[in-house]
Every structure is written in C-alpha cells, then in structure tokens.
C-alpha cells in the first residue's frame, strides 16, 4: 500500500506526520536525501526540515545521490524506516535520480509499503512527467535530462508546492495557466500536505 507524506515545506506540517503514520516518530530512521538543493543558493529549507524530523525523534542521515555509489543508495534506501526527499530543483533532482538508478529503487520501495516524504521537488518528483515544474524550476540545471521529463510516475496528480507563499505565487499561476485542463493539479501552501493511502488521497492542513 502506497503511503506517502507530500508537502511544500515539512517544517511548517511537521506536527500532522504522526498522525498521519499512526505511530510514534521515535526511534525512526530517515534516509534524507538533499540531491535537489545542490543546484540552489537559497538552501535553508533543507536544514529546517532536518531539524524537524529530528524533533519527531528519528535519526536522520543524508544520502547525498551525487555523490554516493550504487550499492550505498540500494542499501541505504532499503534498510531505513522513511524516506525523504527534500526540496531544490526538481529537474537535477530527477537527472540524478535516473542516473544513479535510484528511481527505481524508490518506486520499489514505495510500492513494498514503505512511508515516503517528500517536500517541493521531492513531491513534484512522484508525478508521471515534470514538464508542468518548468514555470518553476529551470530545466537548465539538468541538461542530461535532454528534454525527457518523465518522472516516477507514483501517482496520477501534479503536486504544486507553495501555492500561496512568495516567491512563488507568478509561477504557480502559471502553472494552473498552462496545465489546469490537462493535468490532476494539487495545488498546496506551505502549510498544508497531500497524504496518499492506498487509494485515498487528502489534503490536510496544519
């Protein structure tokens, strides 16, 4: 059963995580992955939402995809109890998903009933195709990528992070512009999360 935590910012929703689990937080382990925030020069968004799972009383290590080897993202993604991917450019984030085959693993993962979180690109990453990301994110930072925007592919909706929160609001009307006809949009604030269940999907706010 698919079971995944999706937000803008996991800081500003943190408190809703546990409820959402229906267990205790403590003594969780979370393999963080901060790959989409290489690209950036405003990060701060990765340390806050560290912080905040480790307030829910998880152990939290980074996987860094960039750098790490194969072996090291299958086991590491395996072996603990939440994944987590952060926030940054969804476009590098998917470049270094699919070359290091970590996609595959996560799908995997995800699909054996394990609890995915993710926050920004890390949720706009679980779409079928990330094209809609564009007024967003530059695909520039993925040039590997060559054009071919398919993403995961986890679920049939388009998360769209931020809704109401500068400095994204121009983006993400034109977003709904481009896409609100063709695509399943979800839009979210910071303070809000799609939560995925099986087959019940809700929104929730904190």
């Known amino acids: 059963m698919k079971t995944l935590f999706l937000t803008s910012f996991f800081k500003q929703v943190a408190a809703l995580f546990p409820q959402f689990t229906n267990q205790t937080c403590e003594g969780k382990t ?8 290489v690209p950036e020069k405003v990060t701060f968004y990765v340390g806050a939402d560290r912080k905040a799972l480790g307030s829910l009383g998880t152990t939290v290590t980074d996987l860094e ?4 080897s194969s072996d090291e993202i299958a086991s590491r993604l395996t ?4 994944i987590f991917v952060s926030g940054g450019n969804t476009f590098f984030l998917l470049q270094e998903l699919r070359r290091t085959g970590a996609d595959k693993v996560i799908v995997d993962q995800i699909d054996a009933g394990k609890t995915y979180i993710g926050a920004s690109a890390g949720s706009m990453i679980l ?3 990330i094209t809609y990301v564009t007024p967003m994110d530059s695909p520039s930072a993925a040039p590997v990528l060559a054009g071919d925007f398919r993403a995961l592919g986890v679920v049939d909706f388009s998360v769209v992070p931020h809704a109401t929160n500068a400095p994204f609001a121009r983006a993400v009307a034109n977003i709904q512009k481009l896409y609100s006809t063709t695509l399943d949009l979800r839009l979210i604030s910071n303070n809000q999360a799609v939560t995925v269940r099986g087959d019940e999907v809700h929104t929730v706010t904190a």
């Open 79 to 82: 072996e603990a109890d939440y």
């Open 127 to 129: 779409s079928q195709d």
């Open 65 to 68: 995809l960039s750098t790490a």
């Open 30 to 37: 979370v393999c963080f992955i901060p790959t989409a925030a």
